[in-house]
T-cell receptor, first 112, second 114 residues
């Protein structure tokens, strides 16, 4: 079974709006990462947040982590049609950020 | 193109046949991973190598599955006696052997077992 669960499963918004996706996990972690996947393609790494960090920014992305609630959120601001993709959170039990446990993803559709 | 490449992109095979997939990682990456992804799900970890050594295998990797990385560069994943439940996208990824080094994924091999 997967460690992370994303919420919502699907999200549809208009271009220019913000998109927020949430991830909950069950066991303690070392890092949490967010990846993006376009249909039929591999995953692309977006951002990594360490367990001792609470918030991280990268361009239009903002990630928060609340280890007491075992949850994370990914905010995409000023969304674009090109942001349409599936977004996955991945948790790492140790410092090997490659041996990750992925959630089932949120499918984001941004309408132009 | 210096990304991770996988071959073939698609494979259709009959149940009971053997199949082999190849992955060429980013050249300076010494870690290589295999993941499996079914429709609507996230990727599931199968196994990983550091150089030519296979360091970990998931319990998902039954004895019909074998992965190799003979010279520490490209890797192959073989599935023997395929079953319909093996139908999935098989993703390869590579990374540096540094803490918190993220994965770089290939575009996967989609396997359909009929």
């Amino acid at each position: 079974s997967q460690q992370g669960e994303e919420d919502p499963q699907a999200l549809s918004i208009q271009e220019g709006e913000n998109a927020t996706m949430n991830c909950s996990y069950k066991t303690s972690i070392n890092n949490l990462q967010w990846y993006r996947q376009n249909s039929g393609r591999g995953l692309v790494h977006l951002i990594l947040i360490r367990s001792n960090e609470r918030e991280k920014h990268s361009g239009r992305l903002r990630v928060t982590l609340d280890t007491s609630k075992k949850s994370s959120s990914l905010l995409i601001t000023a969304s674009r049609a090109a942001d349409t993709a599936s977004y996955f959170c991945a948790t790492d039990a140790d410092t090997n950020a490659g041996k990750s446990t992925f959630g089932d993803g949120t499918t984001l559709t941004v309408k132009p | 193109d210096t990304g991770v490449s996988q071959d073939p992109r698609h494979k259709i095979t009959k149940r009971g046949q053997n199949v082999t997939f190849r992955c060429d990682p980013i050249s300076e990456h010494n870690r290589l991973y295999w993941y499996r992804q079914t429709l609507g799900q996230g990727p599931e970890f199968l196994t990983y190598f550091q150089n030519e050594a296979q360091l970990e295998k998931s319990r998902l990797l039954s004895d019909r599955f074998s992965a190799e990385r003979p010279k520490g560069s490209f890797s192959t994943l073989e599935i023997q006696r395929t079953e319909q439940g093996d139908s999935a996208m098989y993703l390869c990824a590579s990374s540096l052997a540094r803490i918190r080094s993220p994965l770089h994924f290939g575009n996967g091999t989609r396997l359909t077992v009929t």
